[in-house]
């Protein structure tokens, strides 16, 4: 009688652990899952921070750009008020050189004729910086862009591998929790041939 008796217990002790490891693969399975989600969030925290200070870096240089430029025009007009009052000055000192000496007027045009190529030299080499303070900011901009493209690529295949690992991980799960229960089938079915010699 009591033989009769421990087999039947001995089948409830085993299914029991089985209930009680599927429930320990499922706990784990769930808490793996969120850990991937709470990772997921972190980095895609720590992208829009990336993103942020990128974008505050372009309007910095956007700024900056805008500052050079206006700094040059002012210093091309500044130039132009200081040739304007040069050539107001020189024909004085040409229509009081007129009444003097005939090479002194020659020597005057010449004189004029320099400082106006000085200044034409001058302007194109304003304008020449102007354009290449304009480039590398463009450059600098279409760095960050470049660098934007990167990191949103380097996001996606991060989610894609996120993705692919979680799905492993339930099929993984998934076949176990298959095999275990299989091994139950089998367990049960021994157990109850096992009970019929003794009935």
Do not use: W
Request: aromatic residues 2%; hydrophobic residues 35%.
């Amino acid at each position: 009688m009591n033989d009769y008796k421990r087999p039947k217990k001995n089948l409830e002790t085993i299914h029991f652990n089985d209930e009680e490891l599927i429930q320990t693969e499922i706990s784990k399975y769930v808490s793996e899952n969120i850990h991937l989600k709470n990772s997921l969030k972190e980095l895609r925290k720590e992208l829009e921070n990336q993103a942020y200070s990128k974008h505050k870096s372009v309007q910095a240089a956007q700024v900056d750009n805008k500052l050079n430029i206006k700094q040059l025009k002012d210093l091309i007009i500044s130039l132009r008020i200081e040739l304007e009052n040069l050539q107001i000055k020189m024909q004085t000192s040409i229509q009081h050189a007129i009444s003097n000496s005939s090479a002194e007027i020659i020597h005057l045009k010449k004189t004029i004729s320099c400082l106006r190529e000085e200044l034409e030299s001058l302007s194109i080499q304003k304008d020449e910086e102007l354009q290449k303070a304009i480039s590398n900011k463009e450059s600098e901009i279409a760095q960050l862009k470049l660098t934007i493209g990167l990191l949103r690529t380097a996001l996606d295949e991060a989610k894609f591998e996120s993705n692919k690992s979680l799905q492993e991980k339930l099929a993984e799960s998934t076949k176990e929790i298959v095999t275990l229960q299989k091994d139950l089938i089998t367990l049960r079915k021994k157990l109850q041939s096992d009970q019929k010699p003794g009935q």
